[in-house]
């Protein structure tokens, strides 16, 4: 009896071993073409692009954070692209607005062209004016959908492939994010207490992480006696008050980052769709991996970069810089802060930080960006040269 039962079990072993060898597949994903991008301050992706025949590349943002694709409005109009009224409404941080759209365009990367896609058309003055380089567009789910995308963020190389199997690179880790037309990843947050919560997979946003107020109240994993510093982001709408601080840990899969800095923002436009989502994870995170997006499974893996174990930014200043005009002018102060205790005024001009003289606003902002250092800053006051002196404030501390 014993013996038959032994035979019974090896056949239907071996029945199973064939049949698994006769699996349909998908064919494997084919490299279509690659390109470099520009990394701006915060981890912020530049793709240089054409849209139809028009001669001039243009900057797009790569953003996994974005719905659609887009086009700024003065771009829009200075190539005379023709658009349409709509009754649909797009939401940031900052506000909500109706949106035009430019229809049936095409979209031009280096060995790549893209069809059949339809723009909304939006103001990006202010982001242009934060970068210092124009922004003409934004690249997001209408594109991304499309392909699988991998970044190289150690090269700063970008692959994009028709869809299907891909042998994902050893060392890492693949997710399986839940999309709408934004990959959403469960996330652990550990602070005086732990929680669990999805967070949006965001390579426009130009920080670590963005959490809702709402979601940090009901959360109580943050100790309200926790220091908060004041500061300021820009997004959909315009600037947007918030808070800073430092998280004790976030994880993303097997990946736990420790002393992380965070913001907190009041989410009255309910960009988060509290409690769906808790906030966002942004690129200053993410560019610490190669990351391949695999929008058509629904899959997005990380593996580890150089960039890994570099140092977070816990530097506050409390000043708003931006590019008028071709000149770094602080616009922005928020009382009480560093740059306000150290006499800066809106409207100067940023000549030169501990003697570097540059007009290229991302120089200032990583001069910027040394936390508890003491800086000689030179600027323009009606005409005339001061110096201030700026004690870069550590937010870890």
Do not use: W
């Not at 001669?55 to 943002?61: E, G, K, P, R």
């Amino acid at each position: 009896m014993k013996k038959k039962l032994i035979v019974i079990l090896f056949f239907c072993t071996a029945f199973q071993c064939v049949f698994a060898q006769e699996e349909f597949v998908l064919p494997q994903a084919k490299l279509v073409t690659k390109f470099p991008f520009v990394l701006l301050s915060g981890g912020i992706i530049i793709l240089k692009a054409k849209v139809d025949n028009i001669a001039d590349s243009l900057n797009f943002v790569l953003d996994t954070g974005s719905g659609g694709i887009s086009l700024d409005s003065t771009t829009a109009a200075e190539f005379k692209i023709s658009t349409t009224h709509s009754d649909r409404t797009i939401r940031g941080i900052a506000g909500m607005k109706q949106v035009d759209f430019a229809y049936h365009h095409t979209l031009k990367l280096p060995g790549l062209t893209a069809d059949s896609l339809d723009f909304h058309i939006n103001d990006y003055d202010l982001l242009t004016s934060v970068y210092g380089v124009k922004i003409d567009g934004i690249i997001g789910f209408s594109f991304l959908r499309r392909y699988v995308i991998c970044i190289d963020y150690d090269n700063l190389k970008i692959e994009v492939y028709k869809p299907g199997l891909i042998k994902y690179p050893r060392g890492g880790y693949l997710l399986s994010p839940q999309f709408s037309t934004l990959p959403m990843q469960n996330a652990v947050i550990k602070d005086d207490g732990s929680v669990i919560t999805k967070l949006i997979f965001d390579t426009g946003a130009g920080m670590c992480a963005l959490l809702s107020q709402d979601f940090v109240d009901d959360s109580t994993f943050i100790s309200k006696k926790r220091k908060m510093f004041p500061t300021q982001a820009e997004g959909l709408g315009g600037k947007k008050l918030m808070n800073t601080t430092v998280l004790k840990e976030l994880a993303i899969g097997p990946y736990k980052f420790k002393k992380i800095p965070i913001c907190i923002f009041s989410d009255e436009f309910n960009v988060t769709n509290y409690p769906v989502l808790g906030g966002l994870i942004g690129n200053d995170l993410l560019r610490r991996f190669n990351v391949i997006l695999n929008y058509p499974e629904q899959k997005i893996h990380l593996k580890p970069n150089s960039h890994f174990f570099d140092p977070f930014d816990y530097s506050y200043t409390g000043l708003g810089i931006y590019l008028v005009d071709g000149l770094i002018t602080v616009i922005d102060i928020i009382p009480g802060s560093p740059g306000d205790k150290a006499g800066f005024k809106k409207d100067d001009i940023i000549f030169s930080i501990d003697n570097k003289v540059s007009k290229n606003i991302q120089v200032f902002k990583t001069a910027l960006q040394s936390a508890g250092r003491k800086t000689k800053v030179v600027v323009l006051r009606n005409g005339q040269p001061m110096v201030l002196t700026l004690q870069i404030q550590n937010i870890l501390k």
